[in-house]
């Protein structure tokens, strides 16, 4: 299960991270192969992993790891912190003691990725990903429709101020959404936070014109309509808003705790950046 843990110390107030897990690692030491282990638990500022009681560990080594099969091979220079007595053996408890801005990065992205932020991440990803679909076919049909309609047919141009504004409507609704969707790749660099609001925003931004697009076809009474394809694109309109304000909801429920996350991660790299 994942855990968002907190201790408060007498010096302050220390916030971490940390997820069960069991990841292959190798111990070093002395430059050779000391041990191999399993990973139990992996945080933002530390590991933990399992020997026999007889076994000999050291109280610096370096530890290597890949957080995913062939990924980058993480080297860490650790120091054991605690050693507690568990059924059948040690439980090791060690600190990060030098580790690359690189490195750092990974660690933080795969932990936050598993401290119950997956959900509402995944959940935004994908309404951000259908909204750039649905302003993608939507600017096609505007400019299908506004050179046939506005040339006849391409025999005259004209056009009207509705047109001209329902295009400058559509071309924000089509930065929004892909605003949305770009940001999707990393919420946990060096600028998560504010990414992630000015994601958030444009993510209700684009929702706010598909709401209002869709209280105007039942104004215009389009669900009348025989043609099954107009019937069709109607229904996928309904499941769009539908589950893009769900996702929205469940970010906004969830907001606290990501923010909380997000300023973990800058303190912990605040941190990193001082000890450099």
């Known amino acids: 299960m994942d855990k968002l ?3 408060k110390e007498a010096e302050g107030q220390r916030v971490f991270l940390r997820v069960q897990t069991r990841l292959p690692a190798k111990i070093f030491f002395e430059g050779r192969l000391h041990k191999k282990v399993y990973l139990t638990e992996l945080s933002t500022t530390g590991l933990s992993f399992n020997i026999k009681e007889s076994d000999y560990l050291p109280d610096l080594f370096e530890l290597r790891f890949r957080l995913r099969p062939f990924s980058k091979v993480i080297k860490i220079q650790m120091e054991v912190k605690n050693r507690r ?8 408890g060690c600190r990060f003691l030098k580790l ?3 490195d750092k990065e990974l ?3 795969y932990v936050c990725r598993y401290v119950d932020l997956s959900g509402p991440l995944r959940l935004i990803d994908i309404a951000a990903f259908l909204l750039s679909i649905d302003a993608l076919w939507r600017i096609l049909a505007y400019l299908v429709n506004f050179y046939y309609g506005g040339t006849e047919f391409g025999k005259s141009f004209q056009t009207s101020s509705g047109q001209d504004f329902y295009g400058i409507v559509l071309v924000l609704y089509a930065i929004f959404s892909f605003a949305a969707f770009i ?5 946990f660099d060096r600028r998560g936070k504010t990414r992630f609001l000015l994601r958030l925003f444009c993510l209700v931004a684009a929702f706010v014109f598909i709401v209002t697009k869709n209280i105007s076809y039942c104004k215009l009474h ?6 099954l394809f107009i019937n069709a694109f109607l229904w996928t309109q309904i499941f769009l808003v539908f589950y893009t304000g769900f ?3 469940v970010v906004i429920a969830s907001l606290k705790k990501i923010n909380l996350v997000l300023d973990i991660i800058g303190l912990h790299r605040w941190g990193l950046s001082q000890r450099m």
Do not use: F, K, Q, V
Request: glycine share 10%; proline share 3%; net charge negative.
């Open 5 to 7: 843990l907190s201790n």
């Open 85 to 92: 007595g568990i059924p059948g053996g040690l439980r090791i």
């Open 100 to 102: 690359s801005d690189e």
């Open 107 to 109: 660690i933080n992205n």
């Open 183 to 187: 940001s999707t790749d990393n919420i």
């Open 222 to 227: 389009i669900w009348h309509s025989d043609y």
């Open 247 to 249: 996702s929205i909801a």
